[in-house]
């Protein structure tokens, strides 16, 4: 069995603005450990028997791809360049048909380049419990084993009893209200979209024929007609950008009966916020969470992070501040989610 990391790095991380923007998003930062958060989610399978990554990100990030996960591992990377941002379906068909050439029957591991798992053996024993249903020719997908009733993210629905370790996907759900969300957590039958799969390169191709039929031809094109330039391939831009972009989600997962769940409890976080962090982040006595050289004075309950400067905050409660080289955020906590705005305006003044 050839299992195959699939990363996916095409995200912009604009709610973690300033220090994600541009060049450099949020899976190219060091904001958990002193490993970038890709790098993080190549080594978190470095104990597992795994083929050369595939990597699959935009034009612009090619290089530090390449610079980063050849710092942490010997196995050159595939990475595939997408002309254009078409969703996560277009992208893994694609990296899928890098993998076929790889191992016919590979088995890949979908993994988008900017989650936190803090249970790093749990999570790999989990990718192997799947591995085993994705070889029987199920497509796999990891549901987060929820700890709150959480309004900030999509959900699946497991359906009978579990099987090796996997339970029949029923469905998924949009990211619910409050007392929805409730529901879902009382019912045990409810766990967080991961956005994580596992399933054999060739079985998910022939789903998105089956399901999306479009998608899959002009992928699969994108690829055949695909340029190597040096160590990068560029996907053929005239089939790609004809594809109608859409998540794996809609395209195939929704669709398919061969669906299941690996419900998965290993500290899961994929940090979409300065407020996820600062809770996943350790704390002082103060329940301040800070990085850098920092003065906090009469502060509590805070995300203080510096940069090349030193930031002092004195009797300041639920905020959050973080300094880079040529902006600076200050923000209430309950505010933060707002951050993206700021984004949009700077992108707006060019």
């Not at 020719?137 to 549901?143: A, E, K, Q, R």
């Not at 359906?159 to 998924?172: Q, S, V």
């Not at 596992?198 to 399901?211: C, D, G, R, Y």
């Given at each position: 069995?050839?299992?195959?990391?699939?990363?996916?790095?095409?995200?912009?991380?604009?709610?973690?603005?300033?220090?994600?923007?541009?060049?450099?998003?949020?899976?190219?930062?060091?904001?958990?450990?002193?490993?970038?958060?890709?790098?993080?989610?190549?080594?978190?399978?470095?104990?597992?028997?795994?083929?050369?990554?595939?990597?699959?990100?935009?034009?612009?990030?090619?290089?530090?791809?390449?610079?980063?996960?050849?710092?942490?591992?010997?196995?050159?990377?595939?990475?595939?360049?997408?002309?254009?941002?078409?969703?996560?379906?277009?992208?893994?068909?694609?990296?899928?048909?890098?993998?076929?050439?790889?191992?016919?029957?590979?088995?890949?591991?979908?993994?988008?380049?900017?989650?936190?798992?803090?249970?790093?053996?749990?999570?790999?024993?989990?990718?192997?419990?799947?591995?085993?249903?994705?070889?029987?020719?199920?497509?796999?997908?990891?549901?987060?084993?929820?700890?709150?009733?959480?309004?900030?993210?999509?959900y699946v629905k497991a359906?009978?009893?579990?099987?090796?370790?996997?339970?029949?996907?029923?469905?998924?759900?949009?990211?619910?209200?409050?007392?929805?969300?409730?529901?879902?957590?009382?019912?045990?039958?409810?766990?967080?979209?991961?956005?994580?799969?596992?399933?054999?390169?060739?079985?998910?191709?022939?789903?998105?024929?089956?399901?999306?039929?479009?998608?899959?031809?002009?992928?699969?094109?994108?690829?055949?007609?695909?340029?190597?330039?040096?160590?990068?391939?560029?996907?053929?831009?005239?089939?790609?950008?004809?594809?109608?972009?859409?998540?794996?989600?809609?395209?195939?997962?929704?669709?398919?009966?061969?669906?299941?769940?690996?419900?998965?409890?290993?500290?899961?976080?994929?940090?979409?916020?300065?407020?996820?962090?600062?809770?996943?982040?350790e704390k002082d006595e103060?329940?301040?969470?800070?990085?850098?050289?920092?003065?906090?004075?009469?502060?509590?309950?805070?995300?203080?992070?510096?940069?090349?400067?030193?930031?002092?905050?004195?009797?300041?409660?639920?905020?959050?501040?973080?300094?880079?080289?040529?902006?600076?955020?200050?923000?209430?906590?309950?505010?933060?989610?707002?951050?993206?705005?700021?984004?949009?305006?700077?992108?707006?003044?060019?």
């Amino acid at each position: 069995m050839t299992i195959i990391p699939v990363i996916l790095s095409g995200g912009a991380g604009t709610r973690l603005w300033p220090l994600s923007w541009g060049d450099h998003p949020k899976q190219f930062l060091p904001l958990v450990s002193n490993n970038t958060m890709i790098q993080e989610t190549l080594l978190r399978l470095k104990d597992l028997d795994i083929g050369s990554p595939i990597v699959s990100c935009g034009e612009g990030h090619r290089f530090l791809v390449a610079q980063q996960l050849g710092e942490i591992s010997d196995k050159k990377p595939t990475i595939i360049l997408e002309p254009m941002a078409k969703n996560t379906a277009p992208a893994i068909a694609a990296a899928c048909c890098a993998a076929i050439k790889q191992d016919k029957d590979a088995i890949v591991v979908v993994l988008p380049s900017d989650h936190v798992i803090a249970d790093v053996k749990t999570f790999q024993n989990a990718v192997m419990t799947a591995a085993k249903n994705a070889e029987k020719g199920s497509l796999v997908t990891f549901g987060i084993v929820p700890t709150f009733a959480a309004t900030g993210y999509g959900y699946v629905k497991a359906a009978g009893a579990e099987t090796d370790g996997a339970f029949t996907l029923e469905k998924f759900v949009e990211k619910p209200c409050l007392e929805k969300a409730q529901e879902y957590l009382a019912s045990g039958e409810y766990a967080w979209n991961s956005g994580m799969f596992v399933f054999k390169a060739s079985t998910f191709i022939e789903e998105l024929k089956v399901h999306s039929p479009e998608m899959a031809k002009l992928s699969i094109e994108s690829f055949e007609k695909a340029v190597i330039d040096s160590d990068f391939i560029r996907l053929d831009k005239d089939a790609f950008g004809q594809i109608k972009g859409d998540s794996i989600d809609y395209a195939v997962m929704e669709k398919t009966k061969l669906g299941k769940i690996v419900k998965l409890n290993a500290g899961w976080d994929d940090v979409g916020s300065w407020s996820a962090l600062y809770d996943i982040s350790e704390k002082d006595e103060n329940k301040n969470a800070v990085k850098g050289d920092v003065i906090a004075l009469d502060t509590k309950n805070s995300y203080i992070r510096g940069g090349k400067r030193t930031i002092a905050t004195i009797g300041l409660d639920n905020v959050v501040v973080v300094d880079s080289d040529d902006s600076l955020l200050i923000a209430r906590m309950d505010s933060i989610q707002d951050v993206k705005k700021v984004a949009e305006v700077m992108k707006a003044r060019g």
